[in-house]
């Protein structure tokens, strides 16, 4: 039976135990998106606390269309410096770091143009401007460039941000993606952003650890089902990345825009939260069709839970978000099971 604190490998790459620490932003950047000595205390403090793996919030590939003010910027060798200082943080105590490196596209909250596959939006009244395929070949550099200023700034690995409703996500949803031409249609097309990307990072930095981020489903009229989320991880191990980390879009509230399918009243249980979350089913359906390892990830709230899930192998790792913002020691406490020393999280 697998453990919570046994190591397990990424990649090449050694990890202390399955606790990982999912990207949140904290808009805790300068206003230039350079790293902050805050910055730095707030991961420092979760490595010390004992998560395995750290992923560092979504860094902006692209200056303009970041999600929000005060992000992480990545899209400058001027940043190198800043992030390096970051990841040291992070792996003088032992998590390794991972930084998730992000295309807001149709969902930045400060772009001034907001971008997208299709004039579909998915913030109200955000209509994006449909990528030309030169514009997208160049977004395609710009995840490679942040990608290499990651490893030169020492981080272990990147994650790519494939969720969300942010651009690649955008692109693999068919909620969002209506093109017909290379980039839109079936799974395998409407995928080809994301592979290009991949396969570009290979090439230019052979082996360095990548993990994929995207949703395990999504609660949208014509949105991605778990059975077509299966098909997208298959097409996303087989172009090479080293893990998948299995997200959700199931918030009717946060994505206003969106015409859902459940409403809070409507929703199946599995998808409604804790203790059934959809996002660790969804981890646990892809996992046993992948060979690659999986993130789980979803209103992790308790040690005793965290614990099960992996013993009861429904993911081969487990993000822990909010309940880590709350008492950055959750794991070392969850480890030890001194369960009573948890500061909860209050919704
Ligand atoms: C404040 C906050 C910021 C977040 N920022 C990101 C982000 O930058 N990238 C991302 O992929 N997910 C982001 N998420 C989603 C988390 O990674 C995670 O999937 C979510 O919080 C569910 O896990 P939890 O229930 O353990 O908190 C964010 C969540 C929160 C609460």
Not at 14 to 30: C, E, F, I
Not at 295 to 300: F, L, Y
Request: overall charge positive.
């Amino acid at each position: 039976m697998p453990d919570l604190a046994d190591p397990i490998t990424i990649g090449q790459l050694r990890v202390r135990n399955r606790a990982v620490m999912p990207p949140m932003v904290r808009n805790l950047a300068t206003d230039e998106g350079f790293v902050t000595p805050e910055l730095i205390e707030h991961y420092a403090a979760r490595s010390r606390g004992g998560v395995g793996l750290i992923i560092v919030e979504a860094a902006a590939i692209d200056w303009a269309h970041g999600i929000m003010k005060r992000n992480i910027g990545i899209h400058d060798d001027r940043v190198i410096p800043g992030l390096s200082a970051l990841a040291e943080g992070i792996k003088k105590y032992g998590a390794r770091a991972f930084i998730q490196i992000n295309h807001a596209g149709p969902k930045s909250h400060i772009a001034t143009r907001y971008v997208g596959p299709s004039a579909v939006p998915v913030m109200k009244g955000k209509v994006p401007e449909v990528l030309t395929v030169d514009e997208i070949e160049d977004i395609k550099g710009k995840f490679v460039n942040a990608a290499r200023r990651a490893q030169e700034a020492g981080f272990d690995g990147v994650e790519i941000h494939g969720a969300h409703f942010y651009l690649l996500s955008a692109f693999l949803s068919s909620y969002t993606n209506h093109r017909n031409d290379d980039y839109g249609g079936p799974i395998e097309k409407r995928a080809k952003l994301a592979v290009d990307v991949i396969k570009a990072i290979r090439r230019e930095l052979r082996s360095f650890p990548l993990i994929f981020r995207m949703n395990g489903i999504e609660n949208v009229v014509n949105g991605i089902t778990i059975d077509q989320a299966v098909k997208i991880a298959r097409i996303i191990e087989h172009a090479g990345v080293d893990a998948l980390h299995i997200s959700c879009v199931v918030d009717a509230i946060n994505n206003p825009g969106i015409p859902s399918i459940f409403d809070e009243k409507t929703m199946p249980a599995f998808l409604r939260g804790y203790p059934y979350d959809c996002c660790i089913p969804c981890a646990s359906k892809i996992k046993s069709e992948v060979k690659i390892p999986v993130i789980g990830v979803g209103m992790v709230r308790d040690a005793k839970f965290a614990r099960r899930v992996i013993k009861r192998n429904l993911c081969d790792l487990l993000g822990i978000g909010r309940a880590l913002l709350a008492d950055p020691e959750f794991v070392q406490k969850t480890l030890d099971k001194r369960d009573d020393e948890i500061v909860p999280w209050k919704d």
